[in-house]
């Protein structure tokens, strides 16, 4: 399967600060990336899909404006909590469409964040 | 969209017996059903998955069932092992992205 990294894996951000967390595909391009959010005990939800050189697809529900995303390059895309508040700490989940493969999905480590 | 229901939330078996995992799918479009493995703190892993052309995939002591007419598909661990314990979530495809289901928490008693 691909091989996917997230940096960082944990951080810890005071309330109003913004994160930056990135999502690599190591072995292949990527145009697409998945990003998701878990909260503890729960399923793995989709906040959007980012394609590489346009705009991301946000799910409902979801503040554009909050969680930008950005996906410049094929092996690279960023997802930056801006504003960050307390309820945004969670476990952050990346992963790409597996080349050649439509629907496969490989999952990067996660990044967990601690909202003080 | 895709809504998809996984059954049980969790279940302890003896190591040496099997796990059943069941997960009904609501779009009848869908035609890819993996499932992944998820142990604390770590990513999910994809183990097995499944195309809606056939009925049945095994691979080791891991298999998936599929029925499209009923719009369910299982998972089967035979002769389980404590470092099965984890958590399985299903998902099935809508168009190009996965819905997942909510997971079930396998523990496996030594």
């Known amino acids: 399967g691909a091989v996917v990294s997230q940096h960082p894996s944990r951080v810890i951000c005071k309330s109003g600060t913004s994160v930056k967390i990135e999502c690599r595909s190591l072995?292949?391009?990527?145009?697409?990336m998945f990003w998701y959010r878990q909260f503890p005990k729960q399923s793995l939800m989709l906040m959007a899909t980012?394609?590489?050189?346009?705009?991301?697809?946000?799910e409902q529900g979801v503040e554009k404006d909050k969680f930008l995303i950005n996906h410049a390059s094929l092996t690279l895309s960023t997802l930056t909590v801006t504003s960050a508040h307390p309820e945004d700490s969670s476990f952050y989940i990346c992963s790409t469409r597996g080349q050649g493969k439509f629907y496969e999905q490989y999952f990067g480590p996660g990044t967990r964040l601690t909202v003080t | 969209g895709e809504n998809v229901e996984q059954h049980p939330s969790t279940l302890s078996v003896q190591e040496g017996d099997s796990a059943v995992i069941k997960c009904t799918y609501s779009d009848s479009a869908s035609n890819y059903f993996p499932w992944y493995k998820q142990e604390l703190g770590k990513r999910p892993q994809l183990i097995i998955d499944?195309?809606?052309?056939?009925g049945e995939k095994k691979d080791q002591r891991i298999a998936v069932t599929l029925n499209k007419t009923a719009k369910h598909f299982s998972l089967h661990i035979t002769e389980t092992q404590p470092e099965d314990s984890a958590v399985y979530f299903c998902a099935a495809n809508a168009g190009n992205m996965l819905t997942f289901g909510g997971g079930t928490r396998l523990m496996v008693k030594p």
């Open positions: 072995d292949f391009q990527a145009t697409t």
């Open positions: 499944i195309r809606s052309n056939v």
């Open positions: 980012s394609n590489e050189g346009s705009k991301a697809t946000y």
